[in-house]
């Protein structure tokens, strides 16, 4: 086959064009959530509230997903649990102490939906007032790559039920 071109007197047609359009990627965003989980729980209203008593056990699990699109690297975390809570045991990663506070690290999230929780369970003082006290737990994390912090901190409440002291009355008949 042979082909053979002519002059060209048109040259109008001998330009193309492409557009690129460039979408950075969302950075890192981090968010942390924490639930409390008591002996019983109490819903009313369409709001559900975890119970124990003076004695129980509470368990904590935070969970921090990265809902970026860029891997979050090194999430340094903190979580202060209330004064009537003593310690008993951590899982998912290692755990320091001081005081009331729990600190632990995160090496890395990965993009859109990587995450990683923790585990904890707790005690409750025997020694607590006859009302309801709350125990509120809160959790927050901090990252050097993470600029959207608005949601890098959560907390959740558990009620320790009021006791409910003997009727003392007492009838004759």
């Known amino acids: 086959m042979r082909a053979f071109c002519g002059p060209d007197t048109s ?3 001998n330009v193309a064009s492409n557009t690129v359009v460039y979408i950075p990627l969302l950075p890192p965003d ?7 989980v008591g002996d ?15 004695g129980g056990q509470v ?18 975390m903190t979580d202060v649990l209330a004064p009537e809570l003593t ?3 951590f899982s ?3 755990v320091a102490q001081r005081g009331d506070s729990l600190f632990w ?4 999230l990965h993009s859109r939906g990587g995450s990683r929780s923790v585990t904890f369970t707790c005690d409750v003082d025997t020694f607590l007032p006859p009302w309801e006290v709350l125990l509120i737990n809160r959790a927050w994390g ?18 320790v039920a009021a006791l409910i002291p003997p009727d003392p009355s007492v009838e004759a008949y």
């Open 59 to 76: 368990r904590y699990t935070v969970t921090v997903t990265n809902r970026g699109e860029l891997a979050c690297p090194a999430i340094s």
């Open 92 to 94: 998912g990663s290692a």
């Open 105 to 108: 690290f995160i090496d890395e």
């Open 87 to 89: 310690l008993t045991s």
């Open 142 to 159: 901090h990252s050097d790559s993470e600029t959207l912090t608005g949601n890098n901190a959560d907390a959740d409440t558990v009620i």
């Open 30 to 36: 981090f968010a942390v959530n924490v639930e409390g």
């Open 40 to 54: 019983s729980l109490a819903v009313a209203g369409g709001d559900s509230v975890w119970y124990t008593r003076a």
């Open 11 to 13: 040259l109008a047609d």
